[in-house]
Structures are given as structure tokens and as C-alpha cells.
């Protein structure tokens, strides 16, 4: 027993791996802290902490477009606001909650809401799902690693990625043959759908590339 306790391959293993089992609840914390983070500007804009929440706005702004008709909206009149491309059976579109005239494409991102339509999430729809998919797998990996088979890289190609990348490039097609500027629009429930299974895939791909390379969390 003294062995291998005192064998260097056996001392040198334990921290490597305890390192790497912290690694992956800060990770998973991280992407919570994230994910619920996303929603602390629009309750300080609701509470009237209005700078505070332009801050949080503000920080989240590098990783989100933050626009509105693409975003989850708390404390209004409804969820979402899509455009009206969307074809969305919702009781107000996007373009009705900025009737000022100004370019709808470029407001989007500045408003962050009012008391009647509600404050928008910092993070968009698709943004949300993706965090919360990598979150969601990311705490199955801790508790059943062991169970978790490795993804195929293609699998992550076509499964993981295509559905977004069809669903979100396919909303920056000009529409040549009609009168509408784009293509289409997606809705919320695609763009949730996508991310999520985007968010779950990407987390299972590197999760269980570091499983099998360097034995994370045994």
C-alpha cells in the first residue's frame, strides 16, 4: 500500500485530477452565474436602478447583439416582440414597439424596453439556450460521466451545428423575387431549439474530449 501511495505516477494523478473535477463545477457555475446574470438588468430596470441596468447592458454587449425582437422581455405585455417577418401569432410585433421611425435594425439593439412592453433579457433567445444547454450538460457530465459516451466530431458538425447555422444564416438572405428586404425570420422556438441542442452538443464534444485525452474527474 505504502507503494503506491508513494509511486510518483499515483501521487502525481490525485491534484491533476481534483484540479480538473474543480475545473468543471467552476465551469458550471460560471455558466449559471451567466446564464441568470442575463436577466439582473432588466429586474434593476424594472426596480428603477435604470444606470445600473444600461451597466449590464453594457457588459453582456460583447458577447449578445441584444437585439430586441430576438430577446426574451420580463414585467410587459408580452415575451417576445418578434418582427413581423416572423409570421409569429403574438399580439404585438417588433415594429409596433418602435414606432419612432428610427431604423428598426439598429434601435433594436439601443432599446432595452419601457414599463409597458416590458425590460428585455441581456442575453438573446438563442444566446440563453445555448448557455443553458452547455449548463444543463455540464452538470449531467459530473453526476454521469462514467455512463457518457464520447460524440463524434461529425455528429457535432451536422447535429449540433447545421440546424443553427441553417436557422440563423438563412435570416440574412435577401429576398430577391418579393418585396421583403430578407428572406425570413426565425421564432423563438427555433432559435431555442437550435441553441440548445448547439449548447449540449458543443459541452458533450469537449467534455469528452477531455475524458478521453487527459481522464477528467475520475
Known amino acids: 500500500m505504502s507503494g503506491s501511495i ?10 491533476p485530477r ?8 467552476l465551469l458550471l457555475g460560471g ?5 441568470f446574470g442575463a436577466f439582473v438588468p432588466p429586474i ?6 435604470h444606470s445600473a441596468a444600461r451597466v449590464g447592458y453594457w457588459l453582456y454587449r460583447p458577447i449578445c447583439h441584444e437585439k430586441g425582437y430576438r430577446s426574451f422581455f ?3 405585455a408580452q415575451r417576445v416582440y418578434p418582427l413581423a417577418l416572423a409570421g409569429a401569432s403574438v399580439g404585438m410585433n417588433y415594429e409596433r414597439v418602435l414606432e419612432s421611425g428610427e431604423p428598426i ?3 433594436a439593439g439601443e432599446f432595452y424596453g419601457d414599463d409597458r412592453f416590458g425590460y428585455k433579457a441581456a442575453l438573446c433567445q438563442r444566446d440563453l439556450a445555448i448557455i443553458g444547454g452547455m449548463a444543463i450538460f455540464t452538470a449531467g457530465f459530473l453526476i454521469f460521466r462514467r455512463r457518457i459516451r464520447p460524440i463524434p ?5 451536422f447535429c449540433g451545428c447545421a440546424p443553427m447555422a441553417i436557422d440563423g444564416g438563412s435570416q440574412f438572405l435577401p429576398a430577391f423575387w418579393t418585396a421583403q428586404e430578407r428572406l425570413r425570420e426565425s421564432t423563438w422556438e427555433l432559435r431555442v431549439l437550435t441553441g440548445l441542442i448547439f449548447g449540449v452538443s458543443t459541452a458533450w464534444l469537449a467534455l469528452s474530449y477531455l475524458e478521453k485525452k487527459d481522464g477528467l474527474c475520475q
Do not use: C, E
Open 6 to 15: 508513494l509511486d510518483g505516477a499515483g501521487r502525481g494523478d490525485i491534484l
Open 18 to 25: 481534483r484540479k480538473r473535477r474543480i475545473f468543471l463545477w
Open 31 to 35: 455558466l449559471i452565474v451567466l446564464w
Open 44 to 49: 434593476l430596470a424594472k426596480n428603477g436602478f
Open 74 to 76: 420580463l414585467f410587459g
Open 105 to 107: 435594425y439598429r434601435a
Open 153 to 157: 466530431f461529425w455528429i457535432w458538425i
